[in-house]
């Protein structure tokens, strides 16, 4: 499961947009019915416009009226080279934690298929949420 969703984000990378850090991430969100939804970095001349990919595949899946997920792969790299590990930024973790249990699966890997996995509530602890 790890390895084809490490691919398929790497896949999705190779249509970012990024023409301003030349930083390209790609994301796959798997989706508790088993779909899975390619994501991009989506960059703006005007910066803060900007997408991430991980806030591109959710925003997508939610779009089609999916909200439940299981886990998301994460390549990142400049250049499109995927010699090391992309963590989600913050604004990324607390969109994830809108729709996702703690237990949600954050697959960050490498162009080798080499990954490290993290639950959400390991990368986003005491967070803000819907009960607060
Ligand atoms: N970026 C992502 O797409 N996801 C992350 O988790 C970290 C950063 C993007 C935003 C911007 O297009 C580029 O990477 C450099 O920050």
């Known amino acids: 499961m790890e390895e084809s969703l490490i691919k398929a984000a790497i896949l999705a990378a190779q249509n970012s ?3 301003y850090s030349n930083f390209t991430v790609g994301s796959a969100l798997l989706a508790e019915n088993g779909k899975i939804y390619l994501g991009c970095n989506i960059e703006n001349g005007a910066y803060t416009p900007s997408n991430c990919a991980e806030r ?3 925003f997508k899946a939610i779009s089609e009226g ?3 997920f299981k886990a998301i792969a994460i390549v990142g790299g400049h250049d499109k080279n995927f010699d090391d590990f992309c ?3 913050g604004v990324c973790r607390q969109v994830m934690s809108e729709f996702c249990s703690k237990d949600f699966e954050i ?5 080798d298929l080499s ?3 993290y639950t959400l509530e390991e990368l ?6 819907l009960e607060d």
Request: aromatic share 16%; charged share 25%; glycine share 4%.
């Open 17 to 19: 947009y990024s023409p």
């Open 87 to 89: 963590s989600p930024c």
């Open 124 to 129: 986003l602890p005491h967070s803000f949420e």
């Open 66 to 68: 999916v909200t439940k």
């Open 115 to 117: 990954y490290k996995k």
């Open 56 to 58: 591109t595949a959710f």
């Open 107 to 111: 697959i960050l890997g490498k162009k």
